[in-house]
């Protein structure tokens, strides 16, 4: 007859695996489509429409997943197991000839693979973060974009309409007589070929929006309205690259990231060091001469299991020379980092004034367009000067528009650099990791919490 004893070690065995299994969640899917016909795009919804709907942050989630998983995977090894040992009897039943209870949580390697699998996962919760703010910074850079080609194609109409009108003056006097057909023909030309470039922006607006609502994994029925908003300025701008880099870096989650994959291959090379104790058991068997006899727990055997061989020392030389790696990396960051800064923040510097100087030079061929014209229905001057002037006002106020996309584009950069603005209000994961005792979880189990919960936040305002 079997023990008492076994009964209630199997039962532990039993609650310690229900205990410690991973709760069951599915992959985030993307948010219900919006049926509303109007979406407004400005920052920040932009920003909440990102992170629930983009696809490519739904792949990165699953690698979060993933690891949650190798962790679960990791402390599921801990766990004991049974080896029965049984035979048949003459009669319809059996009994148990031997039992072997496997000890892994007695190995080293096991605690230090469980150690590898959660900081492999605190850099793949790092990782995810890294995405969700450069997939934002894309998606935000792109908005910019449109918010400056739709002024441009403002500009251009404007123009156009100021053509037109040109145009209209000019077929009024030659039918006159008082100026020339070629006028008429060059009016009209100038106005056909400011249409064209007024179709190819609206050509250019059709693609960014298409490629705003794939992004954000909107429906087609979606009407995009942009709201004409730019990045305000930074209050770093003007600081020097070396005085903002340590902060930068101090913060940076591609540093975090690195950190934990380092952490991750010194605690791998420990793993090895120790991988050749891969054995830990408590054995007992029956008792006796006579075969028929069940198992008797009152005399049980420990066994140990080594396995030493000289290909251990190259596995581990491979491990720290993959630390080594992985700190190298960590340099290349902070030079990568001191790069971002110092290109961002000289740029900055040249496109505000390239930007100041543009707004001038569009006010002041303005005013030459104005005066050009008004000479021209005086008829003091020709219509050569008139559609310069006019072409001069439109190339002016171009530059202003990509002198301002710049300096848009360039804060973006400078505010992702440093974690400000609506890059602030992003949320990451928080993925606590199990603390205590092995044992002592399974007495007192702590709530689990769904990494949908712990990477999904409402958007907190600035």
């Given at each position: 007859m079997v023990s008492r004893y076994f009964l209630i070690f199997s039962l532990l065995i039993f609650s310690f695996q229900r205990v410690n299994a991973a709760p069951v969640h599915q992959n985030r899917k993307p948010a219900v489509p919006v049926t509303s016909n109007v979406v407004r795009i400005n920052p920040q919804s932009l920003q909440t429409l990102l992170l629930s709907?983009?696809?490519?942050?739904?792949?990165?989630?699953?690698?979060?997943?993933?690891?949650?998983?190798?962790?679960?995977?990791?402390?599921?090894?801990?766990?004991?197991?049974?080896?029965?040992?049984?035979?048949?009897?003459?009669?319809?039943g059996f009994i148990l000839s031997s039992v072997s209870f496997l000890m892994p949580f007695l190995l080293p390697s096991n605690w230090l693979d469980l150690k590898e699998s959660q900081q492999l996962?605190?850099?793949?919760?790092?990782?995810?973060?890294?995405?969700?703010?450069?997939?934002?910074?894309?998606?935000?850079?792109?908005?910019?974009?449109?918010?400056?080609?739709?002024?441009?194609?403002?500009?251009?109409?404007?123009?156009?309409?100021?053509?037109?009108?040109?145009?209209?003056?000019?077929?009024?006097?030659?039918?006159?007589?008082?100026?020339?057909?070629?006028d008429l023909y060059s009016a009209q030309a100038q106005t056909q070929q400011m249409k064209s470039q007024v179709a190819q922006v609206d050509e250019l607006l059709v693609r960014e929006t298409a490629s705003v609502r794939e992004m954000l994994s909107l429906d087609l029925d979606a009407t995009l309205m942009f709201e004409d908003m730019h990045p305000v300025a930074s209050a770093?701008?003007?600081?020097?690259?070396?005085?903002?880099?340590?902060?930068?870096?101090?913060?940076?989650?591609?540093?975090?990231?690195?950190?934990?994959?380092?952490?991750?291959?010194?605690?791998?090379?420990?793993?090895?060091?120790?991988?050749?104790?891969?054995?830990?058991?408590?054995?007992?068997?029956?008792?006796?001469?006579?075969?028929?006899?069940?198992?008797?727990?009152?005399?049980?055997?420990?066994?140990?299991?080594?396995?030493?061989?000289?290909?251990?020392?190259?596995?581990?030389?491979?491990?720290?020379?993959?630390?080594?790696?992985?700190?190298?990396?960590?340099?290349?960051?902070?030079?990568?980092?001191?790069?971002?800064?110092?290109?961002?923040?000289?740029?900055?510097?040249?496109?505000?004034?390239?930007?100041?100087?543009?707004?001038?030079?569009?006010?002041?061929?303005?005013?030459?367009?104005?005066?050009?014209?008004?000479n021209y229905n005086l008829g003091t001057t020709d219509l050569l000067h008139v559609?310069?002037?006019?072409?001069?006002?439109?190339?002016?106020?171009?530059?202003?528009?990509?002198?301002?996309?710049?300096?848009?584009?360039?804060?973006?950069?400078?505010?992702?650099?440093?974690l400000k603005e609506y890059f602030a209000t992003i949320p990451g994961c928080k993925v606590a990791q199990v603390k205590g005792s092995l044992i002592g979880n399974i007495f007192h189990p702590s709530q689990p919490v769904t990494l949908d919960q712990a990477c999904t936040k409402p958007l907190t305002k600035k």
């Open positions: 709907r983009n696809n490519s942050l739904l792949q990165e989630m699953n690698k979060v997943y993933q690891a949650k998983e190798n962790v679960n995977l990791a402390r599921a090894q801990l766990l004991p197991s049974v080896n029965l040992g049984a035979i048949l009897t003459g009669g319809p996962l605190d850099a793949e919760v790092e990782s995810y973060y890294i995405a969700q703010l450069d997939q934002y910074a894309s998606a935000y850079s792109v908005y910019m974009t449109v918010v400056g080609d739709r002024g441009l194609r403002d500009t251009l109409e404007t123009q156009y309409e100021n053509l037109q009108k040109i145009e209209s003056d000019v077929d009024l006097a030659v039918k006159l007589g008082l100026r020339p057909i070629t770093y701008e003007g600081t020097p690259a070396k005085i903002l880099l340590p902060s930068v870096l101090a913060k940076a989650p591609e540093n975090a990231q690195i950190d934990d994959m380092i952490a991750a291959a010194k605690t791998e090379s420990w793993s090895k060091a120790f991988s050749f104790f891969n054995g830990a058991t408590l054995s007992a068997d029956s008792q006796g001469a006579d075969s028929d006899r069940s198992v008797s727990f009152s005399h049980l055997t420990q066994g140990s299991g080594f396995n030493i061989g000289f290909g251990i020392f190259p596995t581990v030389e491979l491990s720290n020379l993959n630390t080594q790696e992985m700190q190298l990396r960590k340099q290349e960051i902070a030079l990568e980092q001191a790069q971002v800064l110092e290109t961002t923040l000289g740029s900055l510097v040249a496109a505000k004034t390239d930007y100041d100087a543009a707004i001038q030079a569009e006010q002041n061929f303005n005013n030459a367009y104005q005066a050009e014209q008004a559609l310069s002037a006019a072409n001069s006002l439109a190339e002016a106020s171009i530059n202003r528009i990509k002198a301002q996309t710049d300096v848009d584009s360039l804060r973006i950069t400078l505010n992702r650099s440093t």
